[in-house]
């Protein structure tokens, strides 16, 4: 229930903070009435920062946080189910019903004609390293104080597949950060990992797949968000996300059906906005 999870999070950023990770500090607990005095981090965030500077110094200070997350072992108060193939296909899925189908109006066969794809990408995903990992590493999660960063929104921390915070950060479609920057920012987490070279050399291989995952779900999220809560704020990143997608799908041709609704979607989303909304952003495909 409620208070348990509040319990789990307060030990877990407790644990946390014991080894050295730069999340907020927790001041007190009441479990009865479900309150958690946190320290206040600000309004700063690395997504606000990088908006008005162009600069991804923050950035870097925040993947030298994550490869020290990422050599946590079995912290207390971490989600105990780990994050794996289930979850991917989880993810695709939800992918499928909210944006292709319940978004974008494509019929419920799309299903079937993308599993096969989904399942490869799933099991190519699942032999990528893991460790104790955030989930949602977004620009909007990592604030800037004094000299530091923080993390925030550690609820769904659990042992899974360390590559996706890292493509959470550099594809993240809040920011659609220029490819140079990317390479920057996968360089640095590299050279501050503590993973051995094969390891590195199996993250760097399988990136690229690591990257597709994340932004599908991404997707999923900003068409559900939009569509079902009405919150069409988060619609504006629907065309970041899908192009990333698209981009990474063109050099390499494991997922030819994916790559080609994505296409399709594309180009309805830019004609329509076009010609039905040339002053607004609202549903555009």
């Given amino acids: 229930d409620n208070s348990e999870r509040l319990l789990r999070y307060a030990k877990l950023l407790t644990n946390l903070i014991n080894r050295e990770i730069p999340v907020p500090n927790v001041y007190a607990v009441d479990e009865s009435a479900g309150i958690m ?6 309004s700063l965030s690395i ?19 994550l490869t020290k997350i990422h050599q946590l072992g079995d912290v207390p108060g971490r989600v105990e189910v780990e994050f794996d193939l289930p979850d991917l296909l989880f993810e695709t899925n939800y992918f499928t019903r909210h944006f292709l189908i319940g978004y974008c109006n494509f019929p419920e066969s799309i299903q079937d004609a993308l599993s096969s794809e989904f399942y490869r990408l799933a099991k190519i995903v699942s032999l990528s390293p893991k460790g104790l ?12 104080v004094p000299g530091a960063v923080r993390v925030v929104d550690f609820q769904g921390a659990r042992r899974g597949f360390i590559g996706y915070d890292l493509a959470s950060l550099v594809e993240d479609p809040y920011l659609n950060l220029p490819e140079s920057i990317g390479k920057i920012i996968i360089s640095h987490y590299l050279t501050k990992s503590e993973l051995s070279l094969d390891e590195k050399k199996k993250l760097l291989d399988l990136y690229p797949f690591i990257a597709i995952q994340r932004l599908l779900q991404a997707t999923a999220a900003y068409a559900y968000l939009s569509r079902v809560e009405g919150k069409w704020q988060f619609e504006r990143f629907i065309i970041p996300a899908s192009e990333r997608i698209l981009k990474l799908l063109a050099k390499r041709n494991f997922f030819p059906t994916l790559n080609n609704v994505l ?11 076009q010609s039905r909304y040339p002053t607004q952003t609202r549903r555009f495909v």
């Avoid at 997504?47 to 946080?65: C, F, Q």
């Avoid at 990992?133 to 800037?144: A, L, P, V």
């Fill in 37 to 42: 005095l946190m320290e206040d981090v600000g």
């Fill in 47 to 65: 997504y606000n920062w990088y908006r008005a500077t162009n600069d991804p110094e923050p950035h870097l200070r925040a993947v030298s946080v």
């Fill in 133 to 144: 990992m955030h989930r949602d590493f977004q620009s909007q999660n990592i604030f800037i």
């Fill in 263 to 273: 296409e399709e979607v594309l180009f309805r989303a830019k004609f329509e906005m």
